[in-house]
């Protein structure tokens, strides 16, 4: 998680920021409000998982 942050945060302070996009994405999406702003965290969180297994393809596919 360090090369997708340039080590800029640590890990368990991303996993936390992670956790609460996606759970905060899912009860906008369910509950129907702040749909747009849902949308837009949703698609960027997207790429960002994108990004990582275009960048790290070694380590994702490694056992």
Request: overall charge negative; aromatic content about 4%.
């Amino acid at each position: 998680m360090a090369e997708l942050t340039l080590g800029l945060l640590p890990a368990h302070i991303c996993l936390t920021l992670l956790a609460l996009a996606e759970v905060t994405i899912g009860l906008c999406l369910v509950i129907g409000r702040l749909l747009r702003s849902a949308l837009t965290v949703f698609f960027l969180h997207m790429a960002g998982v994108l990004a990582a297994l275009i960048l790290l393809a070694g380590d994702m596919w490694s056992t």
